[in-house]
């Protein structure tokens, strides 16, 4: 049933699948109180295991994964769900948007090599006809139609590193609280002495006071389509037509993936000499802003662009991996229609939701060992009475 819970698009429909599937008789209310108690247990477990890590004697002595880790993925993102107010009565009071905090915690192979094994800017970022989806405003009437193209070619194969195993966190909690969290999994998975350490995020400002705070061993990556988005916003700005756009935006994102993030960021600088500053007062939209914002985006986070080390490095420059993760996580807690309470309730469906998503069967691992379980091990059989 909690399996249901955390993998149908819905109560209702789990409870239709129950008894259909199942033969198993559970209304939908039923069903969301069994998950909202199971999701309780696994955040007090996880805030168990949190103190217990935090109040561990300094320096802390890592553990060691039993089989050694090439490369330790770590990244982390923002994501939202529909909240209403805890304790309010039938309907939706107080409906408003929450942000979640996610993580995700990724084995992977290591490879390396002596020299960038792609120092070209892969084919579908210079497709307007593929960025259409990622870029807003991108013109395709005048342009050929792209080819069937991997989502990165080289001719060194296999250079990415591959995902071999996952495990992941959600939370409602602020990220001063969510730091700890992601220190204590990362601890028990071993991942502090892995060989190669990876910390991918957005340019977020909590994303890297979290890493400076607790995963300052890990190599600092700035997401690549991030970096992406912000060169095409600050072209728009500065470009005549969209033909020229996509040419200064290609030659950018070009500079950028090759390492050379101080030219992208010296020639936003004469463009904002061009344009003028923003004033204090104007609007977000306002191409000053967007431009000046870019600048201030690129410079701040110069030290995490070095995608060329990376590549040779083998470690991850874009946080596909995560967005992945962020999707599978939405597709159960997000939409328009759907309202969890505030509080303890909303933050207990993102527990049973991402332990249903780990690779290590948590969730199942829990529900068979929880106190009162007839699987679990405290339990011993009664015999039948005659």
């Known amino acids: 049933m909690i399996l249901v819970g955390a993998h149908a698009p819905s109560y209702a429909v789990g409870a239709k699948l129950l008894e259909v599937v199942g033969e198993i008789g559970i209304s939908s209310r039923q069903l969301n109180n069994l998950t909202a108690k199971i999701g309780t247990e696994l955040a007090d477990q996880r805030d168990a295991n949190v103190a217990a890590y935090v109040d561990e004697p300094l320096p802390r002595e890592h553990r060691t994964a039993e089989t050694p880790i090439a490369l330790a993925y770590l990244s982390i993102d923002g994501g939202r769900m529909q909240t209403r107010l805890h304790g309010g009565g039938p309907g939706v009071h107080d409906p408003h948007w929450r942000e979640t905090k996610n993580a995700l915690f990724l084995r992977m192979n290591g490879v ?23 870029l807003p405003g991108v013109a395709v009437a005048d342009s050929p139609r792209g080819q069937p193209l991997e989502m990165i070619s080289s001719t060194v194969s296999d250079w990415r590193p591959e995902k071999l195993f996952r495990t992941c966190l959600s939370s409602l909690a602020s990220s001063k609280k969510f730091g700890p969290m992601m220190a204590a999994e990362a601890e028990s998975r071993g991942f502090y002495q892995a060989v190669k350490r990876a910390f991918v995020g957005d340019g977020l400002l909590y994303n890297w006071t979290i890493h400076a705070a607790y995963f300052p061993t ?62 204090t007062d104007c609007d977000e939209s306002d191409p000053r802003k967007i431009v000046a914002d870019t600048i201030a985006y690129f410079a701040n986070n110069a030290s995490r662009m070095r995608y060329p080390t990376y590549r040779r490095e083998g470690l991850p420059v874009t946080s596909c ?66």
């Open 218 to 279: 890990f190599t600092a990556v700035l997401d690549f389509v991030h970096a992406v988005e912000h060169a095409y916003a600050a072209a728009r700005c500065l470009a005549a037509n969209n033909d020229d756009t996509w040419a200064l935006h290609l030659s950018w994102t070009t500079s950028i993936w090759q390492g050379r993030v101080s030219e992208v960021v010296a020639a936003l600088r004469g463009g904002q000499d061009r344009i003028g500053l923003p004033p």
């Open 112 to 134: 390396s090599f002596e020299e960038d094994p792609h120092p070209e800017l892969p084919k579908c970022f210079a497709d307007r006809y593929r960025m259409k989806t990622l």
């Open 321 to 386: 991996h995560m967005e992945s993760f962020v999707k599978e996580l939405n597709h159960r807690v997000k939409g328009t229609e759907k309202f969890w309470n505030d509080g303890p309730s909303g933050e207990a469906i993102l527990q049973v939701r991402a332990a249903a998503l780990c690779d290590d069967d948590r969730l199942v691992r829990h529900l068979r060992s929880r106190p009162g379980t007839p699987q679990a091990p405290n339990v011993h059989p009664v015999a039948a009475a005659g």
